[in-house]
């Protein structure tokens, strides 16, 4: 056990013990200060100094207004004097005078208030807890250096409220320090926190220790009081609660295809993604690194395209490094993708194998998951029709699994369904701030028993809480993604009139803001929560959308994925991020991926 955890697991081991009982919050403060001129000597430090290293930090703890320790009984008294007088016989009389030690009672049973015992209590079997444990607690904390001082935390707070709400998913705290090598010998449940473990933190409680000051760390290390449960469950508070959410779950995308809820979106690996170098893992090894921790996460599903320049060839060398992690282990999902008058109007049967060929090769995979064909103008070049058909030959050589669709508005969806090729799938842009699919396309696509794969969900990052009462000409576009959704929030805000910095128009920045704020209050609701998860949730929510696709630059946001799909919004949260939309200054009226095309918003 590390030094940094003997106090912790002293107070906590007599929080778990019923009935434990001490005759007075002060009398620990007494024996502090008695025991601190006490004369006695050791080969460390003066014994009177490790006393009152030991019991000036279980004083703070005990008068901290939070704690839920009251008073113990003479017995465990007299044994934690005991255990300290057998190392420091002068300091046993201060020890004994300051925890008002009397007789104890020889019987080994342990009683409650109203005189019913706990033994042979099933229901108290789990609180039984040994009292010598406790007083070895004490002792082994003799030796705790004084800098490292424990003070009660929030999730501590939360535990003494009787009428505290229950959490649906389980709570940690994590030190400031960022290490949590701890044991928790106390089991789960309710921590104390070394605020001030960094080395600054402790230079500074030890020459504060020097000068004849106080251990305990200044008043702004001390987080405020809780005066209320709702208090804690603001995603906004400076606490370090934690909340674990679950892997990301999966979900059926067709007969015989399983995606996982939140699938990752790789055009950030285009090379068109670096943005601040500071945050950037969009190549090399840490593409690797990233791609391996979101699988842990449970997000198992790869989008990218043949088009996403070094995408497709990056997630090969993951694959490659991590065996595990392919399929069918994974799903990977790729796009045919032909975007140029001349790519569109030469396409051959040939040149289609060829490219998906290609794709197998820079995945590393025998076969393809799913291919979705990517087509810049379907109504002016028609050969799009034809490809289809030239991939369901692939799909029975075994080349490719399942044919997809990407941008494809309802009229040119309607026909592929028609056809008979079999597709499952259509990629639409939706988020909070792009709602074109549900004017005519989430209709379409229930009629035909086509899913929806939905990507924009944040807007490119710009639906995140950095962004919220940030000036627009302070946000910086740098990547492709921010350019791209920048250039959509600007029309929703009226067209693209009226310039300004950033994401669009002052109009425009202002409604922005309006939904950030409207996803930070439902994230209020909704402990463990961001504008970022409630902003994917919310897409989730929509029909026929089976999966929402995020791009990432780093995998610093996993748990906001994770909350997304563990969040349910209720009718209030859906009413909240509704009525925000209707203050949009310039509502579309088209179907999806008109605007992109040269046609109406």
Request: glycine residues 8%.
């Amino acid at each position: 056990m590390l030094p940094s955890t003997f106090l912790a697991s002293s107070v906590q081991s007599m929080e778990r013990v019923p009935n434990m009982q001490f005759g007075g919050r002060a009398n620990l403060g007494a024996a502090a200060t008695s025991c601190r001129h006490a004369p006695c000597s050791s080969s460390r430090w003066p014994t009177s100094r490790r006393l009152h290293t030991t019991l000036a930090p279980l004083k703070e703890v005990v008068n901290h207004p939070r704690s839920r320790l009251a008073s113990a009984s003479s017995e465990d008294g007299a044994n934690i004097a005991a255990t300290m007088g057998q190392q420091h016989p002068s300091c046993q009389a201060s020890v004994s005078k300051a925890l008002d030690i009397s007789a104890a009672p020889a019987s080994g049973n342990t009683s409650s208030d109203n005189g019913s015992s706990t033994e042979g209590n099933p229901d108290n079997a789990s609180h039984n807890y040994s009292r010598r444990a406790v007083t070895l607690s004490f002792t082994s904390a003799l030796a705790a250096p004084p800098f490292l001082l424990l003070q009660s935390s929030s999730s501590t707070a939360l535990a003494a409220e009787p009428n505290s709400d229950p959490q649906p998913f389980n709570t940690i705290t994590a030190s400031s320090s960022g290490n949590n090598n701890s044991n928790n010998s106390a089991g789960s449940g309710s921590r104390f926190k070394a605020k001030s473990t960094s080395p600054a933190g402790q230079e500074r409680l030890l020459n504060n220790h020097h000068k004849g000051g106080s251990l305990s760390p200044a008043s702004g290390d001390l987080p405020p009081p809780s005066s209320s449960t709702s208090s804690s469950k603001s995603n906004n508070s400076s606490s370090s609660r934690r909340v674990i959410w679950p892997p990301v779950p999966q979900v059926q995308l067709a007969p015989g295809l399983r995606v996982s809820k939140v699938v990752r979106g790789c055009w950030q690996l285009s090379g068109r993604h670096h943005g601040d170098a500071a945050t950037d893992r969009t190549s090399g090894s840490d593409v690797s690194a990233d791609l391996a921790a979101f699988h842990r996460a449970g997000v198992t599903t790869l989008d990218t395209a043949d088009s996403y320049g070094p995408s497709e060839t990056l997630i090969g060398q993951y694959l490659r490094l991590n065996p595990a992690h392919a399929p069918p282990q994974a799903v990977l999902a790729t796009k045919l993708s032909y975007v140029g008058a001349e790519e569109m109007a030469g396409v051959n049967r040939t040149l289609v194998e060829y490219a998906v060929r290609g794709s197998l090769a820079r995945l590393g995979v025998r076969q393809l998951d799913l291919v979705q064909l990517q087509w810049a103008d379907p109504r002016v070049h028609r050969r799009w029709r034809d490809v289809l058909g030239w991939l369901a030959d692939l799909r029975e050589a075994g080349l490719i699994r399942h044919i997809g669709l990407s941008n494809f508005n309802v009229p040119d969806m309607t026909w592929a369904a028609e056809s008979g090729v079999g597709v499952v799938s259509n990629q639409v842009q939706l988020s909070l701030i792009d709602r074109r699919p549900q004017l005519y396309m989430q209709q379409a696509a229930a009629s035909y028993g086509i899913k929806l794969l939905a990507y924009g969900t944040l807007a490119g990052g710009l639906l995140a809480d950095k962004y919220y009462n940030v000036p627009a000409n302070r946000v910086r576009l740098d990547t492709a993604s921010k350019q791209k959704y920048g250039l959509v929030l600007r029309e929703a805000a009226g067209g693209g009139r009226g310039g300004g910095g950033g994401g669009g128009s002052s109009s425009g920045w202002s409604w922005f803001q309006e939904v950030l704020e409207a996803c930070r209050q439902v994230a209020g609701r909704h402990p463990g929560t961001s504008a970022s998860s409630v902003a994917i949730a919310w897409v989730l929510h929509q029909p026929q959308v089976s999966a929402a696709i995020v791009g990432a630059r780093n995998a610093r946001h996993i748990r906001d994925l994770q909350a997304a799909c563990a969040l349910k919004l209720d009718d209030t949260d859906l009413l909240d991020l509704d009525a925000v939309w209707e203050g949009v200054p310039n509502p579309p009226t088209s179907d999806v991926y008109a605007w992109e095309r040269g046609g109406m918003w």
